[in-house]
């Protein structure tokens, strides 16, 4: 039996920007099924087609679609259609969905932005599934959340997976230097914790393996669970992909406390929540101290990730839902 074709739709670069490097939508989203080995996958990135040929990618994208026919289309997108060169038409995506009959799976990853809830509710005429993560209720504020379904963020589990490597960091920061984020770790710092901290997509970038290396090295990271202005009055509270990522690398995820990651995951039994930098830096102290109870929540972490939260888990919910939607284009036609 031939294997389903999935064709993704999706920056090449952060943001569209080459200098900004490889976008973390680019080396987590299809590699996280392609690592399944039960589907064949292509990418079209208008970014990089925008870059080699000096020219829009929306006539060689519905040309791929005609070769290659895919069984169904998976979408990221953060600008509305039409307005840049780095996404397609309202028109291209009409024909895709409407004219070539190939679902559309659009997956969002921050509906907490009332701009991408904007962008998703004028893209619901032309998607079949619209997966969303971050906040369960991100779609509170979308005119027509009928196709929106909520979950976890999947990982390539060739990269996210406890390599058994020597913990020889106490405590990580990995990932953009946010201005809340830098005071908590200067806080860690001016205490005399010895915290190592880099990366961030659009500042000192790495690369996906290099993170993943250095999650299997930490004994604890520490992830935030806030988005936007810390000045929202009330905070937004999300739970963000670098949650699973050291979970899914076996360090202890000790975490700001917020209500969405306390949705999927139980606090103190499989990650530790802290409420103040004081109460963040007492945490570190004890379970740097107490080598047991850090493993053993870090294992039952890394444990529910695997088995509730996979890579295979998303990718079979998605085959599922677009199952529906084929049964209901052959009726149509």
């Not at 099924?33 to 990418?43: D, F, K, P, V, W």
């Not at 009959?101 to 701009?115: H, N, R």
């Not at 990366?199 to 393996?209: K, L, V």
Request: hydrophobic share 35%; aromatic share 12%.
């Amino acid at each position: 039996m031939t294997q389903p074709h999935v064709l993704f739709i999706l920056d090449k670069w952060g943001m569209g920007r080459e200098e900004d490097g490889v976008s973390e939508w680019e080396t987590n989203i299809w590699k996280s099924l392609e690592a399944l080995g039960l589907t064949q996958i292509s990418t079209f990135h208008f970014d990089e087609y925008y870059q080699l040929h000096k020219e829009l990618g929306d006539a060689a994208l519905l040309a791929k679609c005609t070769d290659e026919k895919p069984d169904f289309i998976c979408l990221v997108l953060y600008k509305v259609p039409g307005s840049y060169h780095t996404v397609p038409t309202y028109e291209t995506l009409h024909t895709i969905n409407h004219i070539m009959k190939i679902p559309i799976v659009a997956i969002w990853g921050d509906l907490q932005s009332s701009v991408l809830r904007y962008v998703a509710d004028t893209l619901t005429p032309y998607t079949n599934v619209n997966m969303f993560t971050a906040l369960s209720t991100g779609v509170n504020n979308i005119a027509h959340p009928e196709t929106f379904f909520y979950s976890w963020v999947p990982k390539d589990p060739r990269i996210f997976c406890d390599l058994g490597l020597n913990r020889d960091i106490p405590i990580s920061y990995i990932g953009s230097p946010k201005l809340p984020r830098v005071a908590a770790i200067k806080f860690l710092i001016d205490h005399g914790i010895d915290i190592y901290y880099t990366g961030g997509e659009r500042d000192t970038h790495i690369s996906t393996e290099e993170y993943g290396q250095l999650l299997n090295r930490s004994q604890i990271s520490l992830s935030f669970s806030r988005s936007g202005d810390p000045a929202d009055n009330p905070p937004i509270h999300v739970i963000n992909a670098r949650t699973f990522e050291i979970m899914l690398c076996g360090a202890m995820l000790l975490e700001q406390y917020g209500i969405e990651t306390a949705k999927l995951y139980e606090p103190f039994i499989d990650y530790v929540p802290y409420s103040t930098h004081e109460d963040m830096l007492e945490k570190v102290k004890y379970y740097l101290a107490h080598d047991n109870e850090r493993m053993k929540v870090a294992k039952a972490g890394c444990q529910k990730t695997m088995t509730r939260y996979s890579s295979l888990r998303f990718w079979r919910m998605v085959y599922d839902k677009v199952d529906d939607v084929l049964v209901q284009i052959k009726k149509e036609v």
